[in-house]
């Protein structure tokens, strides 16, 4: 959606223009969808997070004042909404304190670059599951910079933004989720060639 | 890996991986897990009684807005 073609969707859905609003939710939904997807696993929750995330929009239409795009300003609402809900959700999370030890640069282990291996070589769906469970393992706020930052490809400044943290503290944050994630990888792939070459 | 790096730093750093192996590997197995994250969760369609049950919603509260 061109730029100006936005503003004036904008503009008319905030003068009362229901048919204006609703362009916009088709055009912005696919974005909102998907995020609910990945920070909050389900179909159900995910659609439940894009009809709030909506409804506040409305109700708050008129304090979006176009400094970022009107997706970008979703995103921010959609990411909030989703941290509240995972806040209540009482599922078993990482601590941060492995999350420090994982990414310290004195304790990472020497290991294997299985990179070269080819994905075909191992199962994809148990591959998917894996890297989905670590990622939901990840404490919130962890995994709203990692879907944010590496899976929906915002820069550091704009998820800093979004989530009222600090540049230095996206970086941190996203740096550790990479490295505990890359680590629980690490496990599977081992455990691959080792089943492979007869070890395990 | 972020492109945020300045160019000094950044070809220091390329020249570190040629010779550190640990560093390499370090690189090369955070890429793919970041590779791997996307391509495993490639989005979905919203359905599309889902976006008409959203746009039902604002409508229903656009409604009572204006008869108040």
Request: aromatic share 8%.
């Amino acid at each position: 959606m061109g730029n100006n073609e936005e503003t004036e969707l904008v503009e008319k859905a905030k003068s009362g223009e229901m048919w204006a609003f609703e362009k916009l939710i088709r055009r912005t939904s696919g974005k909102i969808y998907n995020l609910g997807l990945k920070l909050l696993r389900n179909k159900e929750d995910a659609s439940d997070l894009m009809q709030e995330t909506y409804i506040k929009a409305y109700q708050h239409l008129n304090s979006f004042r176009g400094n970022s795009a009107f997706a970008t300003w979703l995103y921010r609402i959609a990411t909030n909404l989703a941290l509240m809900k995972m806040r209540r959700d009482k599922q078993q999370k990482v601590s941060v304190e492995t999350l420090k030890e994982t990414s310290s640069y004195s304790m990472i282990k020497e290991m294997p670059d299985w990179t070269h291996n080819p994905v075909s070589y191992f199962k994809k769906q148990e591959m998917k599951d894996i890297l989905n469970k670590a990622i939901d393992s990840l404490p919130s706020k962890y995994k709203s910079v990692f879907v944010l930052h590496d899976m929906e490809g915002f820069p550091i400044a704009e998820v800093a933004d979004m989530l009222s943290l600090s540049e230095p503290a996206v970086k941190t944050r996203s740096h550790r989720s990479r490295m505990y994630l890359r680590e629980k990888l690490a496990e599977y792939f081992n455990q691959g060639v080792k089943a492979q070459s007869g070890q395990g | 890996m972020d492109n945020e790096l300045e160019d000094e730093l950044r070809s220091l750093m390329r020249e570190h991986f040629l010779v550190c192996r640990k560093c390499m590997s370090l690189l090369n197995t955070m890429e793919k897990t970041i590779c791997f994250s996307r391509e495993m969760n490639k989005a979905e369609k919203v359905p599309s009684k889902v976006i008409s049950r959203v746009c039902y919603e604002i409508h229903v509260r656009y409604e009572k807005k204006e008869k108040k």
